[in-house]
């Protein structure tokens, strides 16, 4: 495969500043790290557009989860066919059933906070 895989792709994603998704991408964005989001509801936060349902991408090289357990089963398919390097399970949202697959399908699983992997050089 020659596509260089660099985007991270938020899935939660919320304009409302206070939602940790919407930190998450913009300390993504001040490290210059390219970003796509995924929300219910369309919006923006900075220069990211937040798209809704299951846009084709084919850059993504992070996904990192905002959308607890109870709420994965609809993306679970869409994310495995992202192809994506690794999925980081942000605190609350840790699923095992949805772990296995992703290692099942060769895909790294991070029970981590992306703010704090970003804030301590570990992203």
Do not use: W
């Not at 939602?19 to 919006?43: C, D, F």
């Amino acid at each position: 495969r020659t596509i260089m895989k660099t985007f991270t792709l938020v899935i939660g994603a919320s304009e409302n500043p206070t939602r940790y998704s919407n930190m998450a991408i913009r300390r993504l964005r001040s490290h210059q790290l390219p970003t796509h989001a995924i929300g219910l509801k369309p919006g923006k936060v900075e220069d990211v557009i937040i798209e809704t349902g299951h846009p084709a991408f084919t850059d993504i090289d992070t996904v990192t989860l905002y959308i607890g357990p109870q709420h994965q089963d609809d993306i679970v398919s869409y994310v495995l066919s992202l192809q994506p390097r690794r999925v980081i399970f942000n605190p609350g949202t840790e699923n095992s059933r949805f772990q296995q697959q992703l290692l099942d399908a060769g895909i790294q699983v991070e029970i981590a906070c992306t703010l704090v992997l970003l804030g301590t050089g570990q992203y």
